[in-house]
């Protein structure tokens, strides 16, 4: 890490509550003195082994305030609360890298920068990767588990056409997720399905599982035979889509990021009932989550004066996420495999027929988690 600019001044607020400090290269920060006192680095306060923190905030006197603040010999902070007495220091590497002073709240909806969002022309970009190749090299693999990381979608060409291979992919980089409908599950047309997922019917985009807790983070699909007519795939970004709402209405957006949906699946073996918002936000208004099935979604059970509002905003979600500018079409030939990040990317197919071969896909799930981890050691 470089090393900060040595602290050359520094000057306490007249209540003693805030101390400013100026680095020898002009920048400057201002910190509270109960954030100081809480963050003392002495070996009083941290356990010097570990790093970690030897005291309660219970037990930290009210209306902490600064007596002295001064510039060392080193470059660094001495601070004398005087509310306890308690003498510390802190080096201007630590102060710099930890000042808040200008955290700003963020907007609710946004989006980490390391994403980016897509529309329909990514078809004509598709994150392609080869089997052989992601396989044999580090470097390629990298750079397939970057893309999928990015856009929360990748496809990868030249698969063997053999059952099971799906999940051999997803061993690449993490853990097989086995659910109900076992470790790998085949997607074909079928008598008494148990999902429409299991006849030739178009799926509308969706993501997988919403009635699950937690929701399986990675789906990937793989086509072992594919339909004489119709089965073409779609995806669809809901990052994208979820933002397009919060532009259009952030009414609309609130609304589905404040108030819960229910998904429910059920069959003799199997009954998940999950209730969560189709917009996911984390507390920072970072935008983490999508969740949408019409298929699975059951009946809500709102505040009925929420509920009007709620149809509102849900509609107007389910009309942007079936845009056709939102979509991105493929056809998956035998040895193509895709993978969603199923909290963030739809995906749907169209009907097919069944007259002229009969179309299989082979699909499983796989945490996030390791993915991350998998990149991260690459
Ligand atoms: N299948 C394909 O989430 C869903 O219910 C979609 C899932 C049955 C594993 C279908
Ligand atoms: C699914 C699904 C798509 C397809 O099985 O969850 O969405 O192409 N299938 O059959
Ligand atoms: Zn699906």
Not at 56 to 63: G, H, I
């Amino acid at each position: 890490m470089k090393k900060a600019p040595a602290i050359s001044d520094a000057a306490i607020d007249s209540d003693g509550d805030v101390v400013s400090v100026t680095f020898a290269d002009g920048a400057s920060a201002r910190f509270h003195a109960e954030w100081l006192r809480d963050n003392c680095q002495d070996e009083t306060s941290r356990d010097p082994v570990n790093g970690q923190r030897l005291f309660q905030m219970a037990d930290l006197p009210d209306n902490i305030t600064v007596q002295t603040a001064t510039p060392t010999a080193e470059g660094g902070l001495r601070v004398l609360f005087a509310t306890d007495e308690h003498e510390t220091s802190f080096s201007a590497q630590w102060l710099r890298a930890n000042q808040y002073d200008r955290m700003r709240r963020l907007p609710s909806g946004w989006i980490d920068p390391s994403r980016s969002t897509f529309d329909a022309s990514l078809a004509d970009a598709m994150p392609t990767h080869d089997f052989a190749t992601v396989t044999s090299s580090p470097d390629a693999r990298k750079s397939w588990l970057s893309d999928q990381v990015r856009l929360g979608f990748s496809l990868l060409t030249n698969c063997p056409a053999k059952p099971g291979t799906v999940a051999e992919v997803a061993r690449l980089f993490g853990f097989v997720r086995t659910t109900n409908y076992g470790e790998v599950f085949d997607v074909r047309s079928e008598a008494d399905p148990i999902n429409l997922a299991y006849t030739s019917d178009a799926l509308s985009a969706h993501t997988d599982n919403p009635y699950r807790n937690p929701v399986p983070g990675l789906q990937l699909l793989h086509c072992l035979e594919a339909a004489g007519s119709g089965g073409e795939s779609f995806v669809v970004d809901g990052f994208k889509a979820a933002t397009k709402l919060n532009e259009d209405s952030p009414r609309h957006f609130a609304m589905l990021s404040e108030w819960p949906m229910r998904f429910e699946f059920r069959s003799a073996d199997t009954w998940l009932v999950n209730e969560a918002p189709m917009i996911g936000l984390e507390t920072s208004g970072e935008l983490t989550s999508i969740r949408f099935n019409n298929r699975s979604a059951t009946a809500p059970r709102l505040p009925f004066d929420a509920t009007p509002g709620y149809y509102a905003a849900y509609r107007a979600f389910a009309k942007i996420i079936n845009s056709p500018e939102l979509a991105v079409s493929f056809k998956l030939s035998p040895g193509d495999l895709f993978v969603v990040d199923n909290t963030r990317v739809l995906h749907g197919r169209q009907a097919f027929s069944i007259e002229k071969g009969a179309r299989h896909i082979q699909g499983c799930y796989a945490d996030l988690d390791g993915l991350h981890s998998t990149l991260r050691l690459l």
